[in-house]
């Protein structure tokens, strides 16, 4: 390894202080009481990813992955910075490299959504696609080695790019907003997994600072990480593609670590989607499908508690806006052409308004 020269050293001075600055100048996310129709005693509760920046819980990634980087002296001046992902994540990555001057190169599948694209392509990032979710990484990282450039990789460098302990991450977040409600440490904390970060970051934090508080992961249709922790292997692979974005993988990825996981529960896509709208409408605004993932395995938690009696409160994350998929997932000749019928889910969230009951 040769010395780093001083200018250099700078410049990742310089670089820390950018990704420092932004921080200083962002706000913490809100925290959204959902009026239920039933369950008196139970609350819950949705935590405002989508009000980052960058319009994803993908921003504290980003953030988290890109000092990192600096800090390992993995990524200097000039180098071009290169990641495998869904969409989200490249738009936030997108975003920090333009801050700091870097060329940046997104690995995708050719399913990403539009609006998505549009907005990598916005921030100066370029978009490469691949046929399947699969591809991603190993075209990532030929990319990255034919420029000299970094990969990212978020799908092994996400669990431990974050500090779990504290630092302001979602975990501490969430707990200090909780702080004066009836309910203030959550019975469980839902989220779903795409790298598993936030997922791992919730669960190493819980059991930090010794809470009660469960977590419960919803998986998509089409994933692995469900079969995985089931039968507590690592190397699981699958074939189909989940067709929520953001959530659900081909493989258990490393960033996925399944012993902080007290639950999880595979979601049909007709139910993410037919939760993302019904959702959208109780909340006059529109949010992404893996927040209907989230939201529908927390009904159905909910439920479960209802019917044992139990009082608590329950945390999801609202982890993207709708806008990003009006072409997709609010488009109802995009389900048919991918032949998912959301009816028989909007019936049962239907009789759930009407009855405060939701049939399990
Ligand atoms: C990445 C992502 C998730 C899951 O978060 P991870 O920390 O990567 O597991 C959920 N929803 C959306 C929209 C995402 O982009």
Redesign the pocket.
Same mark, same amino acid.
């Not at 869904?86 to 994540?89: K, R, Y």
């Given at each position: 390894m040769p010395q780093t020269s001083t200018e250099d050293r700078n410049w990742i001075a310089e670089a820390v202080r950018r990704v420092e600055a932004d921080t200083n100048r962002s706000a913490d996310t809100h925290l959204h009481v959902v009026n239920l129709p039933g369950a008196p005693g139970i609350d819950l509760y949705l935590k405002d990813e989508s009000v980052h920046p960058t319009g &994803? !819980?993908?921003h504290r !990634?980003a953030r988290s992955l890109f000092l990192y980087a600096l800090c390992n002296g993995w990524i200097h001046r000039d180098t071009t910075v290169v990641e495998a992902s &869904?969409?989200?994540?490249a738009v936030s990555e997108a975003y920090f490299a333009r801050l700091l001057g870097l060329p940046f190169i997104a690995v995708m599948p050719a399913s990403t959504s539009p609006e998505k694209v549009a907005l990598i392509e916005w921030y100066g990032g370029r978009c490469h696609f691949v046929s399947s979710a699969a591809e991603v990484y190993d075209e990532a990282r030929r990319i990255a080695a034919e420029r000299g450039g970094h990969y990212m990789d978020?799908f092994t460098y996400?669990e431990r790019a974050t500090d779990w302990r504290g630092n302001n991450n979602i975990a501490e977040s969430i707990f200090q907003q909780m702080a004066a409600e009836r309910h203030p440490v959550p019975s469980w904390i839902v989220?779903?997994?795409?790298?598993?970060? #936030?997922?791992? #970051?919730i669960g190493r934090y819980i059991r930090y600072r010794r809470h009660p508080t469960r977590v419960l992961v919803a998986d998509p249709e089409g994933s692995a990480f469900y079969h995985g922790w089931r039968d507590g292997a690592s190397d699981v692979t699958v074939t189909s593609q989940s067709r929520i974005?953001?959530?659900g993988r081909p493989r258990i990825e490393p960033?996925?670590v399944g012993g902080v996981i007290d639950d999880m529960e595979q979601v049909p896509d007709a139910a993410s989607i037919a939760t993302m709208r019904w959702l959208s409408e109780r909340m006059g605004r529109t949010v992404?499908?893996?927040?209907g #993932?989230?939201v529908w395995a927390a009904l159905r938690l909910i439920e479960r508690m209802r019917r044992a009696g139990e009082q608590g409160s329950v945390v999801t994350?609202l982890?993207?806006a709708g806008e990003r998929y009006l072409s997709t997932y609010f488009d109802d000749s995009w389900l048919v052409e991918h032949d998912i019928d959301i009816a028989p889910y909007a019936q049962l969230l239907k009789g759930y308004d009407a009855t405060g009951r939701l049939r399990l």
């Open positions: &994803s !819980l993908k !990634l &869904s969409g989200s994540t978020q996400a989220v779903s997994a795409g790298t598993g970060g #936030t997922s791992a #970051t974005e953001g959530i960033s996925f992404g499908a893996s927040t #993932t989230n994350l982890c993207d």
